[in-house]
């Protein structure tokens, strides 16, 4: 009996620190939230007035608020200009932001939809966006990355409605390169788009010259009855 106890202590004592040296040197994956506080249908130039002012300011202190009333760690804030197509059918833009959490966080599904729902009502959205990374899944996540020629705001939009079938016109997040410049000059550097549905294939036939990334995972919309649907 003592030979047991021994060997099961000696097997815990060993594994937990090399558990938390894998943590250390791995981490986990981080869970991606997509939000905005946007709450009219609005055109792209004033999205982008609303990501370069005050508004944008307030709603990462809203969300840093909310996540540390939940105890979640530090993350990174990624901001982006946003199209999306609501319940009523029209397409808006919206000023945007993207939240990675802590790779050093281990943090449940459960726990992410639970603080998505609470985002969505406090930001007063329809819904919000959500990416599980997960090798185990279809890619749910593609980015085209500018790397020849970055396009203006207005160029971009003009490329994927020339370039690309509508469906990619109607939910997409556009990441820019200097928030300093004025709206006609900014450029973009990177447009990211959430779901199965989405072919990168037609995406590198458009853009050959251009870097495409994808990840496998799990997208979501949460709804603020706590519904979801996978995207």
Request: net charge negative; glycine share 2%.
């Amino acid at each position: 009996m003592f030979q047991f106890s021994f060997l099961a202590w000696f097997k815990v004592t060993l594994f937990l620190p090399l558990l938390f040296l894998y943590s250390l040197v791995y981490g986990y994956s981080s869970i991606e939230l997509f939000f905005s506080n946007n709450t009219d249908v609005i055109q792209i130039n004033e999205a982008y007035s609303r990501l370069v002012s005050a508004s944008q300011k307030k709603m990462h202190e809203q969300v840093i608020a909310i996540l540390q009333r939940n105890h979640i760690e530090q993350g990174t804030f990624k901001d982006a200009l946003g199209m999306y197509q609501i319940t009523t059918c029209d397409i808006s833009a919206d000023n945007s932001s993207r939240f990675i959490s802590s790779s050093q966080q281990p943090l449940s599904k459960k726990v992410i939809f639970s603080l998505s729902r609470e985002l969505v009502t406090k930001l007063n959205q329809e819904s919000i966006a959500v990416f599980f990374p997960n090798n185990d899944f279809p890619v749910s996540d593609t980015t085209l990355h500018f790397t020849t020629v970055q396009p203006t705001i207005v160029e971009a939009l003009n490329l994927i409605k020339q370039q690309l079938p509508i469906n990619f016109s109607q939910a997409f997040s556009m990441y820019l390169d200097n928030e300093c410049e004025d709206f006609d000059t900014i450029k973009v550097v990177a447009i990211e788009w959430l779901g199965q549905r989405v072919n990168a294939d037609l995406i590198r036939q458009a853009f050959p010259q251009e870097i495409i990334h994808s990840r496998h995972g799990e997208a979501y919309m949460v709804y603020r009855d706590g519904s979801k649907k996978s995207l």
